[in-house]
């Protein structure tokens, strides 16, 4: 049986990770999620509709290009699956257009979510400004100060984007106001988890609405090539863009598959957002994955240059995924990856989002070590939100 059909169970398990651990009163709301998604998720309407969707609004099929300068300096053959061409400028709108869909056909008129650097907020009220429905996006103080233009932008999208002022005034306090918020309007309203975390069913349909990037990048890979790439390759926050690029290869055993998470400044906690390397299995926002976390077993705090990378959990399916051994994960630095982002901008006539150079560091790397493979990159995003960041911390020239 296939990978994607046989996983996860009927309750949302891969192996020991997954499940739904909600409050009772939103039991019933995720139940009727479910229900939604395996009745109308899945029809010939709704699939047409995304179809629709993605070719004549998102731009897609986004193409491989092959990274030719890059190759030449490591030795191997780099090629990237270019998400920074995906409409709103990375892979997060190809599950926001579905979930919005998803809402539509529900009967829902209403988008709720957090936001920790306003990625996710910007791709969700994109989505609900395409379907004419209303956007709430709940995002931390420090964050709202810290990431203004995306603030900006969701506001032109015309989203609400309400400040949560208590507690450290960040990622995990926006997910319990968004919640909270939802819990008054949930039959107006559908909440909108941004990547392939949370309860039940979120993990598997977000994996679902992203693997248009690996039935693509297999379909085109092997027209550009004859064959299957030996490695693919994504970074890793939550693990939705390495879902999507992974599920195109994954009963492909030739074909090895990489995760690459953040290793900050270094090992001790604090410094990274390594959970695939330092996580032990644990709980957070309603579901069981591996986690880093602090002496009394709560959420460490975490650290990358890549704001989008720095969650202490991860999605389940990667936590199983390592366990079973068919996803190697490897963790990169804050330097290698601002090396890889200058490279590729220089080289390639590419500036990738910081969380992107995540991966295409670990290619450079891998690539010089085996010369002569084929790598492909999930490249998930563009960099112009991080230019002014990059330029004004670090310079023009790279080291
Ligand atoms: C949000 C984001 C990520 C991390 O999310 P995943 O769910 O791990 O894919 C990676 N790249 C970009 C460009 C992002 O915006």
Redesign the pocket.
């Known amino acids: 049986m296939s990978y994607l059909k046989q996983y996860p169970n009927q309750d949302g398990y891969f192996g020991d990770f997954g499940g739904a651990f909600l409050p009772p009163e939103l039991e019933s709301q995720f139940a009727e999620i479910n229900r939604a998604y395996l009745a109308l998720g899945r029809s010939a309407d709704f699939l047409n509709e995304l179809r629709y969707i993605r070719k004549h609004y998102q731009g897609r099929p986004t193409p491989v290009s092959y990274a030719r300068n890059l190759s030449r300096e490591t030795g191997a053959q780099i090629y990237l699956k270019r998400e920074d061409l995906n409409h709103s400028g990375?892979?997060?709108l190809n599950h926001c257009m579905a979930e919005a869909l998803l809402a539509k056909h529900m009967g829902k008129t209403k988008l709720i979510a957090e936001t920790g650097a306003g990625?996710?907020g910007v791709a969700l009220a994109t989505a609900a400004a395409y379907f004419g429905m209303e956007c709430e996006i709940h995002m931390g103080e420090i964050d709202i100060a810290k990431e203004a233009p995306n603030v900006t932008r969701m506001k032109l999208l015309g989203a609400e984007v309400v400040p949560v002022g208590f507690g450290g005034r960040s990622l995990k306090e926006a997910v319990d106001s968004a919640f909270q918020s939802y819990l008054g309007q949930a039959e107006t309203a559908l909440f909108a988890i941004g990547?392939?975390v949370g309860p039940h069913p979120f993990p598997l349909m977000v994996r679902d609405f992203q693997s248009v990037i690996g039935t693509e990048a297999r379909e085109q890979f092997l027209e550009l090539v004859g064959e299957l790439p030996d490695q693919v390759g994504a970074?890793?926050?939550?693990?939705?863009?390495?879902m999507g690029i992974f599920s195109g290869f994954i009963d492909d055993e030739g074909v090895s598959l990489n995760g690459v998470e953040p290793l900050g400044k270094g090992t001790k906690l604090g410094e990274h957002s390594a959970t695939m390397t330092f996580g032990k299995p644990g709980m957070i926002h309603g579901f069981k994955c591996l986690l880093l976390s602090d002496e009394e077993g709560n959420p460490a705090p975490v650290h990358s240059i890549a704001s989008?990378?720095d969650y202490p959990g991860v999605g389940p399916e990667h936590s199983f995924l390592k366990t079973s051994g068919r996803v190697n994960y490897h963790a990169i630095s804050d330097d290698e990856t601002l090396d890889a982002f200058y490279k590729l901008s220089r080289m390639e006539g590419i500036i990738p989002?910081l969380?992107?150079a995540h991966a295409v560091a670990w290619a450079m790397k891998h690539g010089r070590e085996n010369p002569g493979e084929t790598i492909l990159i999930n490249l998930?995003?563009r960099g112009d939100k991080d230019i002014d960041y990059v330029a004004d911390n670090f310079g023009f020239e790279g080291s």
């Open positions: 990375a892979h997060k990625q996710h990547s392939v970074c890793l926050g939550g693990g939705s863009n390495a989008g990378l989002a969380e992107s998930s995003g």
